[in-house]
């Protein structure tokens, strides 16, 4: 093989995989990438045991082949080259790739291709398309709930993942599907896709109706924390997303990415039995206001004492935590509340948590007392809700 | 400038058995660990017949032709546990600043008295608590607790001056710490010792006159508090207030290897239900439980642990809750056929009872669980220890570890009360 590459193109690509590179190597090649180059195009491939991911971008060919190298060297060489092009060329005797500028050479030693995994990226034929920064704002309102242990009962250590009917409203990104040469379901029928993550503590429900393309509903599927993280490193915001799911996998296609996500097994809690459908207080409060008496709070909060206390009472909500070990601090804050009083108590970081993703200025927060749950979200939207159990006391 | 004291309990097992049994007196008695393995307390007698601190009892026995000239007893840690409480109050009725450091030792604050009343203040220490007590004891007195330490054990060693060393008004105090090897320093171990002394620090007066930036290297900020206590400088204040623990252990070897399930179960479930008597007794919640199983004899290398860790959703010490966690624990590590001679449960991630985090999948009844505790608990204080116990920790309890030689819980059951006849 030897092929000439724009120095930023390879750069780019191979920059993108970079996260998926174990560090430490649990499988073989979990630290290789694979290049394979055939009829002016180039296919490099990371693989991992959560995910794989695949990028095809042009190259003046030489003469075709493929060679397994470590990622994350070939990464750092051809970032250190200062040309605008540079030559990878395969020496097959000697099992090296020599890498190339107009002043530099390096000769990388290889491994055997044939010992680099298999990995199926045809995408199956159900699919819907979703804009890159939607996808990732998904993301963003839900893996923070990720349970950190294990739960005897569910697999809690992943998003998961459902697609569903809405209404009766028309896919909003059917320009996008058109681009890509997609089909419409033809019903003229609003999918929802919802991703949830629970720790048993609280639930994150982000969704979205914005997807097109032709689904096949009822797809429920969790994948893990770290294959969806490499959604974000790999996508850019301004990409359109083909999203496909095959019997074990989901896979996500951008423009010169395509993503393999490999579902993770286990049963996921029914999450919709998990808040309430009616509350007795519904108060919406000033949601920067907020975020910053949470962040003030926090400064006394940490392991041991995390929990804050909120007091509402005749149109005030006074915030407080009370750390034996170091003090106490409180503040209040307007609100739109003039029923019964009521004292409930959060973990601070939950709280924060949410906080921290929710757009809009004002949040609601409805609740029932110190020992329901209580659901929050952005005044007037309910595509990105949070259940939060209170502490005791 | 503030004053330390450390008072220790001599011999304190023994001291608490002679208390109630005044033929031990001058006698060499020992006490025995859990079922019946090794020597944890000496009477000084025994000390002169060169019985050593751990010493497996078997050994001592054959070298002792059998023991008959010993007195041998099983340790009874419901007296001790006791006959500390008396102790401490007794203490605490000196001083509010009270530091109970373990159970026959504590160091107290004595502010601001001169040389003169400090000894006065020991000696009345040492007296009351005799007095009040049966328990004899020694105080050490010196500006830090690492040289409290050292006067302490100065005290032990001085019975003409009742007891009572104060290390400020020694005139020899350079000798004595030229004398203390450094591995005897409170707060160097055994691998830090090793250390210093390879480094030629092999004295508690070396130590104090160590360089200030090796030592900051070396053994971080932990070794130059050492270096500044033995200077006189205090680093480490009274904890009058004792730190919530970190976890709570309750494990105990068989009497006899454990083969069968149930039994194990019956075992794990009642140190279970004792460790979590601890825990509400201190007004904890748990968040994980890990339950261990030890199979195998000799060396430590020859031994089998298995163990699970089980993380609750909800902090919990309800007793019902954490036996059906404990339950699959057990059916999950048992191996059919293995010999398991220890068991054991440990309770982590310990936080204040009723602040903790609720959960949304718990589906639980934790209301009802605290009103039956509560009722339990409230029994076996009143009617003494296990007069209420749940089914799963059995009721022969053929597993019991060995304690043939163990006397009257004199202070603590109404059954075992000590008869005093007048004729």
């Known amino acids: 093989m030897e092929v000439i590459i724009r120095r930023d193109v390879l750069t780019n690509n191979l920059q993108r995989m970079q996260y998926m590179l174990e560090k430490t190597s649990v499988l073989q090649h979990s630290q290789n990438i694979l290049m394979q180059v055939e009829a002016d195009q180039a296919q490099i491939t990371a693989y991992d045991v959560d995910c794989s991911a695949r990028a095809t971008f042009p190259v003046s060919t030489g003469r075709n082949g493929t060679v397994c190298i470590n990622g994350k060297k070939f990464f750092e060489i051809v970032r250190s080259l200062g040309d605008e092009q540079v030559t990878v060329r395969q020496d097959e005797e000697r099992n090296l790739v020599t890498i190339r500028g107009s002043k530099s050479s390096f000769n990388i030693l290889c491994a055997e291709p044939e010992d680099f995994p298999e990995v199926n990226f045809t995408s199956p034929e159900d699919h819907f398309f979703i804009q890159a920064d939607m996808l990732k704002q998904l993301i963003d309102r839900t893996v923070f709930s990720i349970a950190k242990v294990p739960d005897p009962r569910y697999n809690l250590e992943g998003v998961f993942i459902e697609v569903t009917p809405a209404g009766t409203e028309t896919a909003a990104v059917t320009a996008s599907a058109v681009a890509h040469g997609a089909e419409n379901d033809g019903g003229g029928v609003t999918h929802l896709v919802t991703f949830v993550a629970t720790d048993g503590h609280r639930v994150s429900i982000a969704r979205t109706d914005k997807i097109g393309g032709r689904i096949n509903l009822g797809e429920r599927r969790i994948f893990s924390r770290k294959s969806l993280m490499e959604i974000k490193n790999i996508f850019s915001d301004s990409e359109t997303l083909k999203i496909s799911f095959s019997a074990s996998d989901v896979h996500v296609r951008g423009e010169t990415f395509v993503l393999l996500l490999r579902m993770l097994k286990g049963n996921f809690p029914d999450y919709r039995k998990m808040i309430p459908q009616h509350f007795s207080h519904e108060i919406v409060m000033e949601r920067e206001s907020l975020l910053q008496i949470l962040r003030r709070m926090n400064v006394l909060a940490y392991d041991k004492y995390k929990g804050i206390t909120m007091d509402f009472a005749d149109r005030r909500v006074t915030v407080s935590i009370d750390n034996p070990e170091m003090g106490s601090a409180r503040e209040d804050m307007e609100v739109d509340y003039t029923a019964e009083p009521f004292t409930v108590a959060f973990n601070i970081r939950y709280l924060l948590d949410f906080m921290q993703v929710v757009g809009g200025e004002r949040i609601v927060m409805k609740v029932t007392g110190g020992m329901q749950p209580c659901m929050l979200s952005e005044e007037g939207s309910e595509n990105f809700i949070n259940g939060i159990m209170p502490m005791k006391g | ?423």
């Open chain 2, 1 to 423: 400038m503030g004053w330390i004291a450390l008072v220790d309990c001599n011999n304190f097992y023994v001291s608490c058995e002679r208390v109630f049994d005044p033929r031990l007196g001058g006698r060499p008695v020992v006490v025995l660990s859990n079922n019946d393995g090794c020597v944890i307390a000496r009477s000084n007698e025994a000390k002169a017949r060169g019985i050593a601190m751990g010493e497996p009892w078997f050994r001592v026995r054959r070298r002792f032709g059998g023991g008959r000239d010993l007195v041998v007893l099983s340790s009874n840690y419901a007296l001790y546990g006791d006959m500390s409480r008396r102790v401490m109050s007794v203490l605490a009725g000196f001083t509010p600043d009270l530091e109970i450091y373990s159970i026959d030792e504590a160091f107290l604050g004595l502010s601001r008295l001169d040389a003169c009343r400090r000894s006065a203040l020991a000696r009345e220490i040492v007296a009351t608590v005799h007095r009040w007590t049966g328990i004899p004891v020694s105080v050490g007195i010196a500006a830090t607790k690492v040289l409290a330490k050292l006067a302490g054990a100065r005290a032990k060693r001085l019975p003409e001056a009742g007891g009572v060393f104060d290390l400020d008004a020694a005139v020899d105090r350079e000798a004595l710490l030229a004398a203390v090897p450094v591995g005897d320093v409170w707060g160097v171990g055994r691998q830090t010792a090793a250390k210093l002394e390879s480094w030629g620090i092999n004295t508690a007066l070396k130590l104090r006159d160590a360089d200030d930036g090796r030592v900051r290297r070396r053994l971080g900020v932990v070794g130059q508090r050492l270096v500044l206590e033995l200077r006189g400088i205090s680093c480490l204040p009274l904890e009058s207030c004792p730190p919530t623990p970190k976890s709570i252990c309750c494990s105990r070897s068989f009497g006899a290897p454990v083969t069968d399930r149930r039994e194990l179960l019956e075992a794990v479930s009642a140190y279970l239900a004792r460790a979590l008597e601890k825990l509400r007794a201190r007004r904890l919640d748990a968040a994980a439980v890990t339950v261990f199983l030890q199979s195998g004899s000799g060396t430590p290398a020859e031994r089998r642990w298995d163990m699970a860790d089980l993380p609750l959703l909800v902090a919990s010490s309800s007793t019902p809750e954490l036996l059906g966690v404990a339950r699959r624990a057990v059916t999950g590590l048992y191996r059919n056929g293995c010999r398991y001679r220890k068991a054991g449960v440990i309770l982590h991630g310990l936080e204040p009872a009723g602040t903790g985090q609720l959960a949304l999948l718990d589906e639980r009844d934790r209301e009802a669980d605290d009103r039956l505790l509560a009722a339990v608990d409230g029994l076996n204080a009143r009617m003494g220890v296990g007069t209420v116990r749940f089914a799963a920790e059995g009721l022969a309890q053929s597993w019991r570890m060995k304690a043939e030689r163990r006397t009257p819980a004199y202070t603590t059951c109404w059954d075992e009360l000590p008869v005093a006849a007048a004729h």
